[in-house]
């Protein structure tokens, strides 16, 4: 059996030998990270009001986050995820509140914040061009 010789960096980053090749994170992977841990953050911490059963389902779409944050393809499919979830949450909470004229809750922006940054992942490109 042959030997092969071990690959050298690439230079990016400064880095010599093989020690970070390939662990780059995208935007998306990074977001879905980053939206995973403020979700947990909001569902644990007191500060924000929430019944106990937005806090079960903010902790459970955080902890989803940070599991489908190690690929790519994942990161995406939960930014589409949060997207339909709390996309829909919203719209129901706006349709039962009385109207769309109304001050919105601190649940209805929570929801509208959750699917925008839902949004942000599913369509954000992967890495920036130069």
């Known amino acids: 059996m042959r030997k ?3 690959v050298k960096g690439t230079g990016r980053g400064g880095a010599k030998g093989d020690a970070g090749a ?3 994170l995208s935007r998306a992977q990074l977001l879905a990270l980053i939206v995973g841990t403020l979700q947990i953050v909001v569902g644990m911490v007191p500060v924000f009001p929430l019944p106990p059963g937005h806090q079960t389902l903010h902790v459970c779409t955080g902890l989803a986050g940070l599991v ?3 690929k790519h393809e994942h990161a995406r499919l939960y930014g589409i995820a949060l997207l339909l979830l709390y996309g829909k949450l919203l719209i129901t909470d706006m349709d039962t ?12 922006v929570a929801y509208g914040r959750t699917a ?3 949004l942000v992942i599913a369509f954000v490109p992967a890495f920036s061009r130069r």
């Open 116 to 118: 925008l940054a839902g």
């Open 22 to 24: 390939g662990t780059r």
């Open 97 to 108: 509140s009385g109207g769309w004229l109304q001050l919105p809750t601190l649940e209805t």
């Open 68 to 70: 489908l944050a190690w």
């Open 4 to 6: 092969e010789a071990p």
